[in-house]
């Protein structure tokens, strides 16, 4: 079997994170969307120097379209662990993809004690843990329903937190040299214990790396 239908995905290893996962995103997203990024796209990534070093951040983008998660782990440096709501790995083939590519099942309603320590367990690798605040995609020119989970996961793993502003992604090209996308990645957030404070500084963020203007809803979630 090509993958374990038994098998809890939203519980990771560290030893899970291995080269074959590695080889696998590279392969996938640095090559196979890398060459639709350039050639249909004609990508333009600002900011890598402000990458840090080691892996204890949280990359964390705006969110605009399904191709979002590979072409952020095409563009980093590490490797990057997505979540990746739970629903999706009810397919069986959506299920071996998305395991070979590193990302785990979580519930998008609740951040649960398996997601936590999935989290630690990143850390404890040479990965990097990726989430998108929104919880969903956005629409494009204005940042809304942003949740305050990734500020929660990054207080409990002292993590900094790194912004990444997304443009152009929503727009479906296929002929090349058609489309545009930008990828600015800012300083990271410095950790702090008060996870509203740090989901003001990505907010602000965002809105300076993209030009979107932030529009909080009334029934915006902001607990975890």
């Known amino acids: 079997m090509f993958w374990d239908k038994d098998k809890n995905y939203t519980k990771r290893d560290a030893k899970e994170f291995n080269a074959w996962r590695a080889f696998m995103q590279v392969f996938v997203c640095k090559y196979f969307y890398g060459i639709r990024l350039k050639f249909v796209y004609r990508i ?6 402000n990458v840090p070093k080691d892996n204890r951040y949280i990359v964390c983008p705006n969110h605009l379209s399904t191709l979002d998660p590979p072409m952020i782990a095409a563009v980093m440096p590490r490797r990057v662990s997505f979540m990746a709501k739970k629903e999706l790995f009810e397919n069986p083939f959506m299920r071996w993809w998305l395991d070979w590519l590193g990302a ?13 320590k999935t989290v630690m367990e990143i850390r404890k690798s040479n990965w990097v843990f990726g989430i998108f605040p929104q919880g969903t995609r956005g629409v494009p020119g204005t940042i809304d329903h942003v949740t305050k989970g990734f500020a929660g996961l990054a207080k409990i793993t002292k993590c900094d937190v790194l912004p990444v502003g997304i443009v152009g992604t929503d727009e479906v090209k296929r002929i090349p040299f058609t489309g545009k996308i930008i990828v600015k990645i800012g300083k990271p957030i410095p950790y702090n214990d ?6 003001d ?7 300076d790396l993209t030009g979107f203007k932030y529009e909080p809803k009334i029934d915006e979630v902001k607990d975890v």
């Open 44 to 49: 333009e990534v600002q900011g890598l120097e």
């Open 104 to 116: 785990f099942a979580v519930n998008r309603e609740s951040l649960g004690p398996s997601t936590i």
């Open 194 to 199: 008060n996870p509203d404070v740090v989901v």
């Open 201 to 207: 500084k990505w907010i602000e963020a965002i809105q």
